[in-house]
């Protein structure tokens, strides 16, 4: 096995822990890998080792303590500034709100929070992914270039049509693109200290008549964060 498989496999592992709304079995685990279930345990033990994983009572497996620490330190200085904002956004609008970033083809939620008294809150989890092609905050990042300025990027990530009215409006929204029946509203950050990002909510849709006040929002926050961020 080379060390390239094994570290593909490992962070396979990690992605399939994350993702799982449930703790998995080691023999769960070895079957979405493809793998036998004593190579998984050999990567588990290297990730308990690390504290990266570990195992409950009944022995399935669950993320470890480990994880929070290098999750904080991706985009430290982002997080620290935004996580205020974010709270005040998702008690202030009773739903949840989070911070977006573009890497490479993904856009991936850097760190999100609920609001404390709503259980109708839409859940998103820090880590969720999907490609620039879906969603509000994708198209918020995008409206920061102009055409001319996106394709020199080279990236082959297409321009979205919608990228020109959100340029106008100053933010972004989609529905029933990621989820049926949610909604998502995104403004971007102007910043160029920290990989491109935008902040955002997201909601039932059926729960929310006028979206003045969430855009209005967005924008107060948006600046408050790009500015101490400068």
Request: net charge neutral.
């Amino acid at each position: 096995m080379s060390a390239s498989q094994t570290l593909s496999r490992g962070v396979r592992m990690l992605e399939i822990v994350a993702d799982s709304p449930t703790n998995l079995t080691i023999a769960e685990i070895a079957e979405k890998m493809d793998v036998h279930r004593s190579i998984a345990y050999r990567i588990l033990r290297t990730f308990e080792d690390h504290r990266l994983l570990t195992r409950d009572e009944s022995g399935r497996i669950r993320s470890a303590s480990g994880l929070a620490s290098l999750a904080r330190s991706v985009q430290r200085e982002l997080q620290n500034t935004a996580l205020p904002e974010l709270t005040k956004l998702a008690n202030g609008l009773s739903m949840t709100a989070f911070l977006a970033v573009w890497e490479h083809d993904m856009c991936t939620t850097l760190i999100s929070v609920e609001p404390a008294h709503s259980f109708r809150a839409i859940v998103h989890r820090p880590g969720t992914a999907h490609g620039m092609d879906v969603g509000a905050p994708p198209v918020a990042i995008m409206s920061k270039y102009t055409p001319a300025q996106w394709d020199a990027l080279n990236n082959g990530i297409p321009y979205r049509e919608q990228v020109r009215q959100a340029r106008l409006d100053g933010y972004a929204t989609s529905e029933n693109e990621v989820i049926h029946g949610v909604t998502s509203i995104a403004v971007p950050l102007d910043t160029t200290t920290t990989a491109p990002a935008a902040l955002a909510v997201v909601f039932a849709t059926s729960t929310v008549q006028s979206r003045e006040k969430i855009v209005r929002a967005l924008k107060e926050s948006a600046i408050t964060i790009s500015d101490e961020l400068g």
